[in-house]
């Protein structure tokens, strides 16, 4: 081929690929997409040859796309290099929306989807296995593509988490809201963490909290992926909301049917008015929509159409694409009405098959975040030269160094310590991670003897397990917290907070934020944990001192600074009046960096 050559689609088997790519190099084209597959999904001989064609990739100036990659599709250039199924179809629709799928298979899925009922993409990119070119950094080219308004993503993982950031970032200076629907939904590898944190607060729900706090709406359900976008766009996140709808329907049970749903996600409806027995004019319909759009008690207004959106469209549409408000509008299809819903895509309003899509899109503008502001690490010299924390007394000692209290005393049996009885003992050991459960904590010893007889028995049953002692007085606060740190793999440090306590892995009550935070977004999650309320006082509670929780959990959040922790946990820690208590801690390490 003569003349300069954008793009390559590399076509040829599994064993070709690499000198392929050496061809690309050799012709200075400068994007090479692969399709084949055999390579990092498929064991270790194809992970050693997906970093062969990488290495070649980067030695001859080539950005990768994949492999396993279905390709990219630029709908109004009518350009296709790929070989999705969905090309079959007479036409694509052109739209304003760029979709990036880990998953060439979802590609061809959402296409066909987004056709049948009115709406259409400007870019769709299959990234595969982001050899190289990962679906955030593709992101954040989109945002500069003029053709793109809103920015979906398909999502099996998360890797090169700082360029989703930085993709979010610009997206929100460029008003194009990112939308994302990600796999991983299930539990499957928590039993593999040490702390009760990790298991609580495993890779989805610091994903979720990742794309949260950089400003991307993560969707629950695929239909919501295709339609929340005209919902979002040219709106922003809403700073404090009612997290509240007021409804407009022609249908009683279609009303309630959105006001179930909507309950179910925490979202109170305002106000409802039905308008079947006015008959559904359209000036009654717009009054009332208007009405409720001018409402300062909602964030949304939901319309909900019954049967008439199937078979009077035009009519059944007009008074909702003809309502003006400050606050967004969408509307909900009680029927099949594929005609309907191509006159929403048409006026920019988001319309939904499914109450469940509906109340989830509606969840998804109220939970839509401006990207956090970064938060600086502090210098944690004074806590690294205490590490590596082997065992509770030097976990201890690092959580002492971040300015947490620690009330606990080494004991030594044969001439115990003068203490404030009544105490509780603790087993030290580096091996014992919950001490409970292996019987290696004493409750409320009343004096020396019954300290030396427990201490005793525990070296009588455990042996060798314990390297000495430590006891700390019996206190009972107006509450329990869990604060534990993660360093998730997917997308780095987490802080976590919920309800503490033997039974917090049962409950999961818990809130996870990207690590570090600040006291304004500490004080926002012990807002968060339901098992909390007691300590804010709940009906006329004694209050427990939350300022010192929020310093806590700023504190152990700092954690972020020092790779060397992989997971650490105060469990339970006391809500004083007056401070807090910290009970048990418990710090993993991880194989980064040199460990003191």
């Given at each position: 081929?003569?003349?300069?050559?954008?793009?390559?689609?590399?076509?040829?088997?599994?064993?070709?690929?690499?000198?392929?790519?050496?061809?690309c190099?050799?012709?200075?084209?400068p994007?090479?997409?692969?399709?084949?597959?055999?390579?990092?999904?498929?064991?270790?001989?194809?992970?050693?040859l997906?970093?062969?064609?990488?290495?070649a990739?980067?030695?001859?100036?080539?950005?990768?796309?994949?492999?396993?990659?279905?390709g990219?599709?630029?709908?109004?250039?009518?350009?296709?290099?790929?070989?999705?199924?969905a090309?079959?179809?007479e036409?694509?629709?052109?739209?304003?929306?760029s979709?990036?799928?880990?998953?060439?298979?979802?590609?061809?899925?959402?296409?066909?989807?987004a056709?049948?009922?009115?709406?259409?993409?400007?870019?769709?990119?299959?990234?595969?296995?982001?050899a190289?070119?990962?679906?955030?950094?593709?992101a954040?080219?989109?945002?500069?593509?003029?053709e793109?308004?809103?920015?979906?993503?398909?999502?099996?993982?998360?890797?090169?988490?700082h360029?989703?950031?930085?993709?979010a970032?610009?997206?929100h200076a460029?008003?194009?809201?990112?939308?994302a629907y990600?796999?991983?939904?299930?539990?499957?590898?928590?039993?593999?963490?040490?702390?009760?944190?990790g298991?609580?607060?495993?890779?989805?729900?610091?994903?979720?909290?990742?794309?949260?706090?950089?400003?991307?709406?993560?969707?629950?359900?695929?239909?919501?992926?295709?339609?929340?976008?005209?919902?979002?766009?040219?709106?922003?996140?809403?700073a404090?909301?009612?997290?509240?709808?007021?409804?407009?329907t022609?249908?009683g049970?279609?009303?309630?049917m959105?006001?179930?749903?909507?309950?179910?996600?925490?979202?109170?409806t305002?106000?409802?008015?039905?308008?079947t027995?006015?008959?559904?004019?359209?000036?009654?319909?717009?009054?009332?929509?208007?009405?409720?759009r001018?409402?300062?008690?909602a964030d949304?207004?939901?319309?909900?159409?019954?049967?008439?959106?199937?078979?009077?469209?035009?009519?059944?549409?007009?008074g909702?694409i003809a309502s003006?408000g400050?606050?967004p509008?969408?509307?909900?299809?009680l029927?099949?009405?594929?005609a309907?819903?191509?006159l929403?895509?048409?006026?920019?309003?988001?319309?939904?098959?499914?109450?469940?899509?509906?109340?989830?899109a509606?969840?998804?503008?109220?939970?839509?975040?401006v990207p956090?502001?970064?938060?600086?690490?502090?210098?944690?010299?004074?806590?690294?030269?205490?590490?590596?924390?082997?065992d509770?007394q030097?976990?201890?000692?690092v959580?002492?160094?971040?300015?947490?209290?620690?009330?606990?005393?080494?004991?030594n049996?044969?001439?115990?310590?003068?203490?404030?009885y009544?105490?509780?003992?603790k087993?030290?050991?580096?091996?014992?991670?919950?001490?409970t459960?292996?019987g290696?904590?004493?409750?409320?010893?009343?004096?020396?003897?019954?300290?030396?007889?427990a201490?005793?028995?525990?070296t009588?049953?455990?042996?060798?397990?314990?390297?000495?002692?430590?006891?700390q007085?019996m206190?009972?606060?107006?509450?329990?917290?869990?604060?534990?740190?993660?360093?998730?793999?997917?997308?780095g440090?987490?802080v976590?907070?919920?309800?503490?306590?033997?039974?917090?892995e049962i409950y999961?009550?818990?809130?996870?934020?990207?690590?570090?935070?600040?006291?304004a977004?500490?004080?926002?999650?012990?807002a968060?944990?339901?098992?909390?309320?007691?300590?804010?006082?709940?009906?006329?509670?004694?209050?427990?001192?939350?300022?010192?929780?929020?310093?806590?959990?700023v504190?152990v959040?700092?954690?972020?600074?020092?790779?060397e922790?992989?997971?650490?946990e105060?469990?339970?820690?006391?809500?004083?009046?007056?401070?807090?208590?910290?009970?048990?801690a418990l710090?993993?390490?991880?194989?980064?960096?040199?460990?003191?």
């Amino acid at each position: 081929m003569p003349g300069p050559i954008d793009f390559a689609y590399v076509l040829v088997n599994t064993d070709l690929v690499e000198q392929a790519i050496e061809d690309c190099a050799a012709r200075n084209i400068p994007v090479a997409c692969v399709l084949a597959d055999g390579f990092a999904e498929a064991g270790p001989e194809g992970i050693a040859l997906q970093a062969r064609i990488l290495a070649a990739a980067k030695a001859g100036g080539v950005r990768l796309l994949g492999p396993n990659s279905m390709g990219v599709i630029n709908v109004p250039a009518k350009m296709a290099c790929s070989v999705n199924a969905a090309l079959e179809a007479e036409t694509l629709v052109p739209g304003r929306w760029s979709l990036v799928s880990h998953s060439g298979s979802v590609m061809g899925t959402l296409l066909s989807r987004a056709a049948s009922r009115g709406f259409g993409f400007a870019k769709v990119i299959g990234t595969g296995n982001e050899a190289d070119l990962s679906a955030g950094e593709i992101a954040d080219m989109l945002v500069d593509d003029p053709e793109t308004d809103a920015i979906l993503l398909f999502l099996e993982t998360i890797r090169n988490p700082h360029l989703y950031e930085q993709a979010a970032r610009r997206a929100h200076a460029a008003g194009k809201p990112i939308i994302a629907y990600k796999l991983g939904r299930s539990d499957a590898g928590a039993a593999l963490a040490t702390t009760h944190t990790g298991a609580m607060a495993g890779s989805d729900a610091a994903a979720d909290a990742f794309l949260r706090a950089i400003g991307i709406v993560r969707v629950d359900m695929l239909e919501t992926l295709l339609e929340v976008a005209p919902l979002l766009i040219g709106a922003r996140p809403i700073a404090n909301p009612r997290r509240a709808v007021r409804v407009v329907t022609t249908t009683g049970g279609g009303g309630a049917m959105v006001v179930d749903r909507l309950g179910t996600l925490g979202i109170a409806t305002a106000a409802m008015v039905d308008t079947t027995l006015a008959g559904a004019r359209k000036d009654t319909v717009v009054a009332e929509l208007d009405r409720a759009r001018a409402a300062d008690d909602a964030d949304v207004t939901l319309a909900v159409i019954g049967s008439s959106a199937q078979f009077k469209p035009q009519d059944a549409l007009a008074g909702v694409i003809a309502s003006a408000g400050p606050r967004p509008i969408a509307a909900f299809l009680l029927p099949e009405a594929p005609a309907s819903l191509r006159l929403l895509a048409e006026a920019g309003i988001a319309g939904f098959r499914t109450p469940e899509a509906c109340a989830d899109a509606v969840r998804c503008l109220l939970d839509w975040q401006v990207p956090r502001k970064a938060v600086a690490t502090r210098d944690l010299s004074v806590v690294q030269a205490l590490l590596p924390a082997a065992d509770e007394q030097s976990a201890r000692a690092v959580f002492a160094a971040l300015g947490i209290a620690n009330h606990a005393v080494a004991v030594n049996p044969a001439s115990p310590p003068v203490l404030h009885y009544p105490v509780a003992l603790k087993a030290v050991s580096a091996s014992i991670a919950h001490k409970t459960e292996a019987g290696a904590v004493a409750l409320n010893i009343a004096n020396a003897a019954e300290l030396q007889a427990a201490c005793a028995d525990m070296t009588a049953r455990l042996g060798g397990q314990i390297s000495g002692f430590i006891a700390q007085p019996m206190v009972k606060g107006v509450g329990e917290a869990i604060l534990g740190y993660r360093r998730d793999p997917l997308v780095g440090p987490v802080v976590a907070l919920g309800a503490g306590g033997v039974l917090a892995e049962i409950y999961r009550d818990m809130v996870l934020e990207v690590a570090p935070v600040d006291l304004a977004g500490a004080h926002a999650m012990i807002a968060g944990v339901k098992g909390l309320a007691p300590a804010r006082g709940y009906r006329g509670l004694p209050k427990g001192d939350l300022d010192a929780l929020a310093a806590a959990i700023v504190a152990v959040s700092q954690l972020a600074a020092l790779p060397e922790i992989s997971e650490a946990e105060i469990n339970p820690l006391i809500i004083m009046q007056d401070g807090v208590v910290m009970v048990d801690a418990l710090i993993a390490m991880s194989n980064v960096g040199e460990h003191g």
